[in-house]
């Protein structure tokens, strides 16, 4: 697929406003905020999925607590979610009140005054998010614009190791630190026991894929571009990370290409393989799948012995309010989602297994208990539990900690969507063998410089320049 075709794919990225915000803009903020949005209903936007569950579960609470009504849920596919969005927003139909999507769009909604800043709405007296809990780097990278606070984190997506911590007990095979050991311990599974079907799997489906080539390239010391806008994939960290990787598929299932989240999931869930590398809501359904219940274990990524390791942060999620809607929506909206994020809510919401949502506040990794214990939103509460024990909580607090501390951050500057949907396209090839490892890199290469000069080198230039200092800020960028 030629730049062009990238960009045409990528929906409406390419067309980013200058500077640094370009918001939503004032608005109105009545006396008596409460009353104002007492009674008004809202309507949501998300991916489809198990991730619209905690909107339901505490829907009726919220409304009680807030007077705010979630009237209809919207959900749209996982890789189309930003099309659809792009789409409501430059037609300014005022479908959707409150979004719900992945931070790397952050930057193009913003600056294109697609959403409403929240900064005045923050200030209202009982309306703090309470953003002192946020872990750092979801607080440095998922909420801010050009200066201004746009979304409110509700999932910290970031890429761990999970594995058959009873396979490698009996085989005497310690969690791999190394890319090498990681192979190692595929080969040894899928070539030298009957106990699994294959030592690992990839994920290999459009969407998310670019997440396992930057997990391994980062830890490479490996670089989006240069000073001057110039990519830095095809290089000495490209070529070695998909080297690793290639040797990694050798051990995986044969329909690994097509693997997404949920295939992914279960062949591991499913007692199939041996290891993954998955998002870190993974191990909490692992504990209670028949197959791996008791079963799994939980680490961070590994790393290189001459480099470091890094764990790739695809995905997330965040709420944002809409700037094509009245100021009473807006109101409505953020009092939703601001209630929505709190530690009383949200933290039935990243225990429970039944959805796909993350640990993104410090209280949620820092007391494991609520991991143990039933969501009482839920209808079926004893469904909800995740770990049955303390020691299997901290295991998945301490992983997802550590993990959370070797984050290797993805773009989300203006119009860096079509530079993520370039490189998934490649890594989808190369999971395929449609492509090779120099093949693979030249096109990425090739591609990104074409989407460089389509959105303007020295506004890149700056965008890419000021989003490295957040991550620098965050501690997840050398």
């Known amino acids: 697929m030629s730049a062009a075709s990238v960009a045409a794919a990528a929906g409406l990225s390419g067309c980013v406003g200058g500077g640094g915000g370009g918001g939503g803009g004032g608005m109105s903020i009545p006396d008596d905020p409460d009353s104002a949005v007492d009674g008004v209903s809202i309507s949501l936007a998300i991916d489809e999925g198990h991730n619209t569950n905690p909107f339901r579960w505490f829907r009726d609470s919220i409304q009680e607590d807030t007077?705010?009504?979630?009237?209809?849920?919207?959900?749209?596919?996982f890789n189309n979610l930003f099309s659809k969005l792009m789409t409501e927003f430059t037609s300014n139909s005022g479908a959707f009140d409150l979004v719900s999507f992945y931070p790397q769009y952050l930057g193009t909604f913003a600056a294109n005054g697609h959403l409403q800043p929240l900064d005045d709405m923050m200030e209202i007296e009982g309306w703090d998010p309470q953003f002192d809990d946020l872990l750092k780097p979801y607080r440095q990278m998922y909420t801010q614009w050009g200066g201004s606070t746009y979304a409110l984190p509700i999932d910290g997506d970031v890429l761990m190791l999970v594995y058959r911590r009873d396979l490698f007990e009996k085989h005497d095979i310690d969690v791999p630190e190394t890319w090498a050991e990681f192979n190692e311990a595929a080969r040894y599974f899928t070539e030298e026991t009957d106990d699994i079907d294959h030592g690992v799997?990839?994920?290999?489906?459009?969407g998310n894929v670019y997440g396992w080539f930057l997990t391994r390239f980062g830890g490479l010391g490996g670089v989006y571009f240069d000073e001057e806008m110039n990519p830095q994939i095809n290089t000495e960290a490209g070529r070695r990370a998909l080297e690793s990787w290639q040797e990694t598929i050798q051990y995986a299932p044969d329909d690994t290409a097509s693997y997404g989240y949920p295939e992914l999931r279960d062949a591991f869930t499913g007692g199939n393989v041996a290891m993954v590398v998955q998002w870190t809501d993974v191990p909490k359904k692992a504990a209670v799948a028949e197959a791996t219940k008791g079963n799994w274990g939980g680490a961070a990524v590994p790393g290189w012995e001459d480099g470091r390791a890094a764990s790739a942060m695809p995905?997330?999620?965040v709420l944002g309010v809409t700037s094509g809607v009245s100021d009473e929506q807006k109101l409505a909206a953020y009092r939703f989602a601001q209630t929505f994020t709190l530690p009383e809510y949200s933290t039935?919401?990243?225990s429970d297994p039944g959805c796909g949502e993350d640990p993104f506040r410090t209280s949620q990794l820092s007391d494991p208990e609520p991991f143990t214990q039933e969501n009482p939103f839920r209808d079926a509460p004893q469904e909800s539990v995740a770990f049955e024990d303390m020691e299997s909580a901290e295991q998945y607090t301490s992983a997802v900690q550590a993990t959370l501390e070797q984050g290797y951050p993805v773009p989300y500057w203006p119009g860096s969507q079509d530079y993520i949907n370039a490189l998934d396209i490649e890594m989808s090839r190369f999971v395929s063998g449609e492509t090779g490892v120099e093949e693979t890199l030249e096109n990425v290469e090739s591609e990104w410089e074409s989407i460089v000069e389509d959105l303007g080198r020295e506004q890149q230039q700056e965008y890419y320049s000021n989003v490295i200092d957040a991550w620098k800020n965050a501690g997840i960028w050398e």
């Open 201 to 206: 799997a990839t994920y290999g489906k459009r």
């Open 348 to 350: 039935h919401m990243v």
């Open 67 to 77: 007077g705010v009504e979630l009237g209809e849920i919207n959900g749209f596919g």
């Open 315 to 317: 995905v997330g999620r």
